[in-house]
């Protein structure tokens, strides 16, 4: 399966959307080229605030400034924005509910920077903050239209933001909308929920496992927190062998235990089987090394659905199609983080 | 046009050549080391330097990208670290950058670190934490030259399975720490001061850093921290480049003047041409009952004047054209020559 490569689909998209928006403004912490918003501060030079290699500073500054009425959007590496300065984030955002946007690049295991570079379980720590807006971004689409969802929210939003080359899945014409998952496929054996660059991955093996006469039930779920869309609870509670999720985060506090909460609340005595890294940490390598390595890809969703099933689907790895993975030296990035 | 750190320093009256700390002795300093097996061998601290620009030139040209600037920057102040100015035990040979055995668990699990690289834990011998982990092309590179890395150990950067990471870690060769998160590493070294104090031992705590770590608070919580207990044996020697990912300093947030800051939080401050192994060297024998830090004001294109040409920016080298990858093929052949 091949998708259309929009080449950084933020950059340009982000600096056409601020046009009419004289209180949105930007704060980086020296990663700005690499978050895609150095063409947003030449064209908005008195919207621009570099803060420095300072992260703890620029939160606090940034909810000053939502608390005069701009709307600050951070750009930096994702576990820059919530690993140091969750204090901040906590006390100076959080807690007052204060309209900042924190966009973060580089989630889960899709960098080779190594484990300090690696957002594994930023669901998990944010989902537990009160006030919190978490949404994922699983492709180009979603990445123009996350705009609007989180510029709606009167209250902080934490966006897993995708950057360099990204394929575009869904139509154009079909934004992200809060709170609600997309349908793409229906089936009433297997109720699978994916969230950001896993999606496409399940994309991959989907067809095939059908093709062995499985019904999926696959749905793309964008809004991480909050996790009540009644569509997806209709799905996770119906399926007849079993739930999957997969996520590019720790099976811990993400997706997968969002699933589970809901599950458990409804009565569902449905099995449930998490895909994602099983806490662990993760080290520095390629991102197709690393989710072969931690278990992120096709071949996982085979073999929990087979679990599920209790039968092998006879699906060769060799046929589930290569793993679409951007160059580490692609030209659409500022370095080779 | 392009002005280095250095450059600027010396046009700036308030900091004129008389005002560094310390006189340059034109001597032409070496050192014995057993680059090649047990053969002791004089290595002049020059063509270390030399050998470090060189290594990480050509790992650049056959990767189309590197660490480049950061090896201009800092070939001499590494030859000093690795070429006697920390007094680090002596290995028999080059030791071969491990497998990735796994991140650290429990129980002594995978616990081992770059430190056996550095000689180990002796009492009475000097401790070196490498901080900024994205020079860790240039450090391998600067080990390499001095026998503590074997000479093909770059082959192994930033591949799948390998401990030779693009941004070190403490399975890395040289990394005592996990401070690809910045700033991190002075906190643990004035720890690490603190416990050998206690355990009375007379080696010294070194610790390399890069400009860009003087942005984030932790520095100045650790040089707080370690003036108030005195510790006089931990040494801060700094790579001033004044740059960064976003380039200059002083157009991103400015840490100047580091000197008086510095002074000021009661650490003893030494301000040297952090290419001028001589000074260096002085700067590294002043005895003093306050922590030690030596500045190092660096050109980010010392020794590869071709990277002028990328002005502002000069965090990563990534080649735009073929021109300009031949300009460098170019530059490297005289390099060598
Ligand atoms: C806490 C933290 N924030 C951001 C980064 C991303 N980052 C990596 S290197 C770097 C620049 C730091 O400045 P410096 O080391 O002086 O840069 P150089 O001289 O190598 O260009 C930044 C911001 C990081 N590694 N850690
Ligand atoms: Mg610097």
Same mark, same amino acid.
């Given at each position: ?11 340009? +998209? ?29 064209a908005?030079?008195?919207? $621009?605030f570099?803060m ?34 969750? &204090? ?62 989180? /510029?709606?929210i ?17 139509p ?8 609600r998952?997309?349908?793409? !496929? ?8 994916? !969230?950001?660059?896993? @999606? ?19 749905? /793309?779920?964008?809004t991480?927190?909050?996790?009540n869309?009644?569509?997806?609870i ?31 609340? /409804? ?10 890294i ?5 080290? %520095? ?5 690393l ?8 071949? !996982?969703?085979?073999?929990?659905i087979?679990? =599920?099933l ?18 580490v ?9 | 046009?392009?002005k ?26 070496s ?13 002049k =601290?020059? &063509? ?10 050509? /790992?650049?040209?056959?990767? +189309? %990208? ?10 001499? =102040? ?5 070429g ?19 991140t ?22 000097d ?24 000479e093909d ?5 930033n ?18 720490t @996990?401070?690809?998160?910045? !700033? ?14 206690t ?12 400009? %860009?770590?003087?942005?984030e ?13 005195? =510790? ?6 700094v790579d001033? +480049? ?11 947030m ?29 700067a ?25 040409e ?17 300009? $460098? ?9």
């Open positions: 399966m091949s998708y259309e490569i929009v080449a950084r689909p933020h950059q340009q +998209n982000f600096i056409d959307w601020s046009a009419d928006k004289p209180e949105v403004v930007v704060l980086t912490a020296d990663l700005t080229n690499s978050c895609e918003v150095g063409k947003w501060r030449d908005y030079p008195d919207r $621009y570099s420095g290699m300072a992260e703890q500073n620029m939160l606090g500054v940034a909810a000053g400034m939502a608390r005069e009425g701009l709307e600050p959007w951070l750009h930096t590496f994702a576990v820059f924005l919530y690993r140091r300065p969750l &204090d901040q984030l906590q006390m100076s955002i959080a807690y007052p509910a204060l309209k900042v946007r924190l966009v973060g690049f580089l989630p889960g295991i899709m960098t080779p920077g190594g484990v300090t570079h690696q957002a594994i379980e930023d669901f998990a720590v944010l989902r537990a903050i009160p006030n919190m807006t978490i949404l994922e971004v699983g492709d180009a689409t979603e990445a123009e239209s996350v705009l609007d969802v989180a /510029h709606a009167d209250g902080p939003v934490y966006i897993r933001q995708l950057r360099g080359e990204v394929s575009r899945i869904f154009q014409d079909e934004p992200m909308v809060l709170n998952a997309r349908l793409l !496929s229906t089936g009433d054996e297997i109720t699978l929920v994916t !969230s950001g660059i896993m @999606t496409e991955e399940a994309l991959r093996a989907i067809p095939l496992i059908q093709a062995q006469g499985v019904g999926i039930q696959h749905l /793309h779920v964008s991480i927190k909050p996790f869309d009644p569509e997806v209709r799905a996770i509670t119906s399926a007849k062998h079993g739930v999957v999720t997969m996520e590019n985060h720790s099976i811990v506090g993400g997706v997968g235990s969002a699933v589970a909460e809901i599950m458990a609340e /409804h009565g569902s005595t449905s099995p449930l089987k998490r895909i994602g099983r806490d662990t940490y993760a080290h %520095g390598a390629s991102q197709k090394h989710m072969a390595e931690l278990g992120l890809n096709a071949q !996982s969703l085979v073999s929990a087979e679990q =599920l209790g039968r092998s689907l006879n699906i060769e790895p060799a046929t589930l199609a290569a793993a679409r993975v951007v160059d030296h692609s030209s659409a990035k500022a370095e080779a983080l | 046009m392009y280095s750190s250095l450059d600027i320093l010396m046009f700036n009256c308030l900091y004129s050549q008389d005002e560094f700390d310390l006189k340059p002795a034109m001597l032409q300093r050192v014995v080391l057993k680059v090649n097996g047990s053969v002791p061998q004089q290595k =601290l020059s &063509d270390i330097a030399t050998g470090i620009r060189q290594r990480v030139l050509a /790992h650049s040209l056959k990767n +189309n %990208g590197g660490y480049m600037s950061q090896a201009c920057s800092s070939a001499e =102040l590494l030859s000093c670290i690795y006697g100015l920390v007094n680090l035990p002596e290995l028999d040979t080059p030791m071969l950058p491990g497998e990735f055995a796994g650290p668990g429990l129980d002594g699990l995978n616990r081992t670190t770059g430190i056996d690289f550095h000689g180990g834990r002796h009492a009475d011998m401790r070196l934490v490498n901080s900024p982990a994205h020079y860790a092309l240039v450090i391998y590179a600067a080990m390499i030259e001095t026998g503590r890395l074997a150990a770059l082959d192994h950067f591949k799948d399975g390998s401990t030779v990471e693009m941004i070190g870690a403490e399975h890395s060769p040289g990394f005592e @996990t401070t690809g998160s910045l !700033s991190q590493a002075i906190s643990q070294a004035a720890g690490i001061a603190l416990a050998r104090r355990r009375h031992e007379t080696g010294n705590t070194w610790v390399f850093m890069s400009d %860009g770590e003087f942005q608070g932790q520095t100045w919580e650790a040089l707080q921290a370690a003036s108030f207990y005195g =510790l006089n044996k931990l040494k801060v020697i001033v +480049n004044a740059a960064q990912c976003d380039g200059p300093m002083d157009q991103v400015t840490i100047e003047p580091l000197q008086t800051r510095v002074e000021s939080f009661g650490w003893k401050v030494a301000r040297v041409d952090g290419h001028d192994t001589d000074a260096i060297f002085a590294g024998s002043i005895e003093s009952d306050q922590p030690l830090m030596i500045l190092c004001y660096t050109d980010g294109t010392r020794g590869l004047p071709l990277l002028q990328r002005y502002p920016v000069l965090h990563y080298l990534r080649f735009t054209s073929d021109q300009e990858k031949s300009k $460098y093929e170019q530059a490297y052949e005289e390099m060598t020559r």
